[in-house]
């Protein structure tokens, strides 16, 4: 909102003095008085007087009249009329098509002046003749910023939705589409009105617009351009109104396009440098452990715009050679997060402030960005849930491939071809060498994520990270790569961190499991033990809800909290039908029942022992 | 079993190709496939993208015209139905849609998007609609003054809650669900299937669930159609089908999905590649490219849907007597 006032009481002030020009008691714009011919500025004429003696000040906002008028009345009659035709056209197509935006494309093969100078001959010049030929002028942009927005919103989800209600054409048109364009709409119209207001005044410098001695701006600067040596302020004055004008439309439309769409955030707070500077003060401890990944209390913190949130907190994980570690959660659970930042492929407001990544001796997030990229790609590769956009489009994948070994080889590029046909080969690419020259479009989703996979495992890496590398895929392909990916672990001795939302999926790839809620790991062991005997009630809870076998999925009430709102206790409790007082007054820790499982809930014991009881 | 409330006869959907240059090749999304959903009746469509299983959920609409065939609407066929009977029959079928973010009007405030189908179809005064749009959304489990607000101020599963909400609206009799919980968490995908299996209970809904996801499907509908590039490959009723599947298809289409239980995984049918594209499928049997029992009889010509067994299930396979 505060970005519409400065604009808004600046349009709001000129439209305000144009308006009242005849009550302010100005002298009369077009009285001549030869003597006082280009006088500076006297008693009476703040900005002095022009070539015929007439005060400039008066000629300036009663030009203003005549300029607004002209450009607001042209814009609005061709925004009312474009709007019309381009959702006309853009929702019936065919004919309705062709007559409205089609017959559009006509006008704008006409040069704007030649437009002009042919009306303009025919009718006479003056206003009315002004508004014609710029309404005609500006209609093709409406119609087509209208079409192009109501093409793209026909296929909408919730515009069916209404259609499927039964709404006539008419009220799909003007409830539903209509204020979905608008946006766009509205800053047409502010380019139109600015556009305008420039175009009437050169029409009118050319003589082809408002006659004189009617007062405008273009004429002005027609006028003063005349005299320009004797009196050059004479051309600042027009040309500054002219100006400032067209600035303040332009800002104040930019600002009401943001107002009338509801989901424009609030306004940004800045972070401060100091956030940045301070991670990584802390003296790290050495290693202990043979696993390839080791993540100790990771925590997380991004700066958002309603104040620092902590996605991952205390998040610890290891993974070893040959071992797939899947991490399951559901959307908000943090699981995404702390495989990014491991990866050092976050963005730079969000930042580990505590927590090592131990990664053969060295600590991931102490490292330096050149350090990491020798790493990425090397040692420890990723692979994306959506291979279509982490593929460049417009490169061949062969080429791609090619260039992540030789990113990490040494090798000629007739052997880097030939390591990649290898490869194409070894994720199952039929036809690899023919493969290899095509572009990511001709491939299917499958092929896609073959490709990622083959530029994964191109460096041998020690550890392979997962991000839902199935999840876009349809099941019997999903079925192929689960096997793929088994297949590549057990041959390479490889570390796996599968990250999954879907258990069925853990339990077909994984060896150990964490679970992760809220930002934390609340469960962890091996696959077998943690889904046949769950003790945190969220595992259990996850796993009731799985449609399988006869039993109904069992819901979970509630939704995850957002990072902003993590309860201090236990935070799962809001959702937990155990929860009792103790449980949301302090935060738990994961407590290590024995070797290799973990749980983080103060009650597992007493609700196995009952349960056992019972 | 009820008399069928919606019935589609032969129902065949084919896209003009799109091309550059010259006129592409026409993708055949559904190819003679008949459905019938009885009152109360939850019917499952299940098979993987690119199997015109959207596409025969639009159609039983009457949302995309149809090329061939004909649906019949508690007796009366749609196609012939005037633009005035249109308006009445929009009230009794309704839609959910897949994703939550794009199925609601993000600039319109959810009561009034609820309100909707009430106001176009002149049902009740405003008072009175304002007390059933509180009444709908205590229906789907969230707070009445939740209609105030926008849809982007509610997470995906509560999107779709609303989504059902404004279904609902018209009193419909008959409900397509196109996927609406795969794009939802699994605690949150479980709470939508409760309700949608509640709703169906309560109101006697008749549903058409669209799913790539055998397991929900298993779960909530009383019979299922596969489908595989716009033809149906075996139908029948759900328990039985899933529990003795016959078909190659929904063999490895079970077999590839990933199950909880490591004992009720069978044995893993890996399909090699892709399904064809629906523009140029394979003569005779579509599926014969991927199938590990095809003989070149099944290239000849296109297998009938036939009873099979005992009868109750219907398979499109000429070898499945003997492959059983």
Known sequence: MKKLWIPGAIVALIILLAVLAPVLGLPDPVRQDIANRLAGPMDGSPLGRDEFGRDV??????GARTSLSVAFASAIIAGIIGTAFGLIGGWFRGLGEILTVRSMDIILCFPPVLLALLVVTLMGPGAGTLILVLSVLYLPGFARVTYAEVLSARSLDYVEAVRALGAPTGRILLRTVLPNVAGPVLVQLSLAVASAVVLESGLSFLGLGVVPPAPSWGLMIRGARATMEQAPMLLLWPCVALTLTILAMNLLCDGLRDAVDPRTPATRKRFRVVDRLLPGLLPASAPRTDAVLDVRDLTVEIATPRGAIRPVQGVSLAVHAGETLAVVGESGSGKSVTATTVMGLMPPIARP??????FGGRDLLSLKEPELRALRGGPMAMVFQDPMSSLNPVHTVGAQVVEAIQAHQKVSSSEAWAQAEALFKRVGIADPAKRLRVYPHEMSGGMRQRVMIAMAIANRPKLLICDEPTTALDVTVQAQILDLLNELKRETGMGMIFITHSLGVVSEIADRVAVMYAGQVVEQGSVAEVF????HPYTRALLAAVPEGDEPPQGIPGIVPPPHAFPVGCRFAPRCKFATAACTEAPLPLEEIRADRQVRCIRWHELTSTEAAA | MNAPLIEAVGLSKTFPGKGLFRKGKPVQAVKHIDATVARGEAVGVVGESGSGKSTLGRMMLGLIPLTEGSVRFDGAPMEKASATEWRRLRRRMQIVFQDPYGSLDPRRRVGDQIADGMKIH???????????????????????????????????????????ARALSTGPEFLVADEPVSA????????VIQLLGELRRDLGLAMLFISHDLPVVANLCDRVIVMYLGRVMEEGPAKHIFAHPVHPYTRALLSATPMLDPEKRSKRILLQGDPPSPSNPPSGCVFRTRCAHARDACAQAIPELRPFGDGTARVACIRAEEIS
């Open chain 2, 122 to 164: 002149g049902l009740f005064n405003a008072a009175q609609r304002e007390q059933r749009v509180a009444e709908l959304l205590n229906k789907v489990g969230l707070d009445p003054t939740h209609a105030q607000r926008f849809p982007h101020e509610f997470s995906g599963g509560q999107r779709q809650r609303i989504g059902i």
């Open chain 2, 184 to 191: 939802l968490d699994v605690s949150i995908q479980a709470q």
């Open chain 1, 57 to 62: 000040l008066s000629r300036l906002i009663w």
């Open chain 1, 532 to 535: 046949s005997h769950p003790l």
């Open chain 1, 353 to 358: 402030v505590e927590g090592h990544a131990w």
